[in-house]
């Protein structure tokens, strides 16, 4: 089976790179057994990216290879490393190529060299347990994961970007007649549907350089699938202006050239959205006598339709000259109108489950489903293994006001709660940290007493203090045993803060009345 040397169209599978994962780490050196958390962050994943290559023509690549994956970004490690950043993924296009899904959604037109398209972003990389040291967290012991980057299926539609497109009926002489006008070399022959890919061409006339394609032969019903021309009609939607090239000479019964440009005209018309390009007409093979003679007699009529006709042949050259010059009228014409068109990066953002807000809860069979950007990041970026990690995520959610909302919708202890989509859902049994309306005071993992000063450190700070006023012989022993005395009349400060034998001293016995 022969391999195909020009694809216009393609499915296409990318996946950008995963992030790396975040480390806990702790920094240990010598007399320093525990100097602080110093894991690194993991490093982002790398992103696929379809970029406009004026030196690529056609998608025959990416037919061979439909599959394509950037690099996934390093873990992150101990002494503050973060983890290298994946690679990005740059896939060359031809210009004029149209990117949308499978469901016919267009993305993103890509017209104009260097024009890139951020098609799958990378995943981005997880925080160590440094990055999450906070003044209520000192130490960490948990990390956070990678996360995974984009996965999608696109379709990628060429759409030759011609200023020129020539139409016509199977050997009407349209490829002769771009290797009359170009430097381009097709194939030739004498039978029907020769041509099988589109040609270009590069003709000059004058000062004014423009590009020629023939869309392979058009028949009656070409707009519904007959022939090879429905295949190829999207290459024309650029054009600046459509040529008619029309065979006088054509020995099969019933065909004359009037009836030739209406036939076309009918399937362009069935096609659609090309209402408003000029147009001219070629009546090609002058060279032949009953071309020729043909030619003559119908060009009144086709003029009559406010039509600009050319009798040309493309074998001995006769009239390309000014039917060169008129295409290069109307292409210098529709350059001038249109805007300049600049290189640009594009890049898709998907769109929240929940546009206006962070999240949006829903009730469903399984459950309360809860859909936002953020819970799911979170879910996507916890260690299920690690309880400090999940506590931590507990957290967040509740920060965001997750549980508060779900109390309000009347969710009650032991629902099933559902963050994420249908197909990867993560599961969680409710237990909401607001009780009898008083919400708890500290957070998940928290222990509330480190908050206030222990007896001992306030004893600690108070001998300091009394050690400014310090006999000249008296050592912190001798400052300590008088700061626990107790002071005369009353109660003093520390643990003995009693005077012995009276009526607070626990060791105290009552004398026997009898005695």
């Known amino acids: 089976m022969a391999l195909p040397t020009f694809v216009d169209r393609v499915t296409l599978y990318v996946s950008a790179g995963r992030g ?39 998608l025959i690549d990416y037919h061979h290879s439909p599959k394509r994956q950037a690099e996934h970004g390093g873990h992150g490690a101990g002494a503050h490393r973060n983890g290298a950043h994946g690679s990005d993924l740059v896939l060359p296009v031809p210009d004029g190529t149209l990117v949308s899904t499978r469901d016919g959604e267009v993305l993103a037109d890509l017209v104009g060299a260097g024009t890139e398209l951020v098609i799958a972003a990378g995943g981005r990389g997880g925080l160590g347990n440094a990055a999450l040291a906070s003044a209520k967290r000192k130490a960490p012991g948990f990390a956070l994961l990678g996360e995974p980057g984009d996965e999608l299926e696109i379709v990628l539609e060429l759409k030759v970007v011609a200023d020129i497109g020539l139409v016509g009926f199977p050997s009407a002489g349209k490829s002769s007649l771009i290797a009359a006008i170009s430097r381009a070399r097709p194939k030739i022959a004498d039978y029907p549907f020769t041509t099988l890919v589109p040609n270009l061409g590069v003709v000059r006339a004058g000062d004014t350089t423009f590009t020629v394609a023939d869309v392979p032969g058009l028949i009656e019903g070409a707009s519904e699938g007959r022939g090879l021309g429905h295949e190829f009609l999207r290459h024309i939607e650029r054009c600046a202006a459509l040529v008619h090239v029309i065979d006088p000479a054509s020995i099969e019964p019933g065909r004359n050239p009037v009836d030739d440009l209406d036939v076309i005209e009918n399937e362009l018309a069935r096609y659609g959205g090309l209402e408003d390009r000029p147009r001219l007409v070629a009546l090609n093979k002058v060279d032949v006598p009953d071309g020729r003679e043909i030619a003559e007699m119908t060009v009144e009529e086709l003029r009559g339709r406010g039509l600009r006709v050319f009798l040309v042949s493309a074998a001995s050259g006769a009239g390309l000259k000014e039917l060169t010059f008129a295409m290069a009228e109307i292409v210098a014409a529709a350059r001038a109108a249109r805007p300049v068109v600049e290189a640009e990066r594009i890049v898709l953002r998907p769109r929240g489950a929940d546009e206006t807000g962070d999240f949006t809860i829903t009730e469903t069979d399984q459950g309360w489903r809860v859909r936002g950007t953020k819970p799911e990041r979170w879910v996507r970026q916890t260690d299920f293994s690690n309880d400090e990690a999940v506590g931590f995520l507990a957290d967040r959610l509740n920060r965001l006001g997750i549980e508060e909302k779900l109390v309000r919708l009347g969710a009650e202890e032991g629902d099933a709660v559902l963050i994420g989509a249908e197909e990867n859902a993560v599961v969680f049994d409710f237990k909401p940290g607001i009780e009898a309306g008083a919400e708890m005071l500290g957070r998940r993992g928290e222990d509330q007493r480190f908050d206030h000063s222990r007896p001992a450190a306030r004893r600690r700070r108070a001998i300091d203090e009394a050690m400014d006023d310090r006999g000249e012989n008296e050592t912190r022993a001798d400052v300590a045993r008088r700061h626990d005395q107790p002071v005369k009349g009353g109660s003093g400060i520390g643990p003995m803060s009693y005077e012995i034998g009276g009526r607070e001293d626990p060791d105290r016995v009552e004398q026997d009345p009898g005695e």
């Open 20 to 58: 790396g994962n975040g480390v806990a780490s702790v920094h240990r050196e010598k007399f320093k057994p525990l100097g602080g958390p110093d894991g690194g962050n993991g490093g982002p994943g790398g992103s696929v990216i379809l970029r406009v290559d004026p030196d690529v023509t056609t």
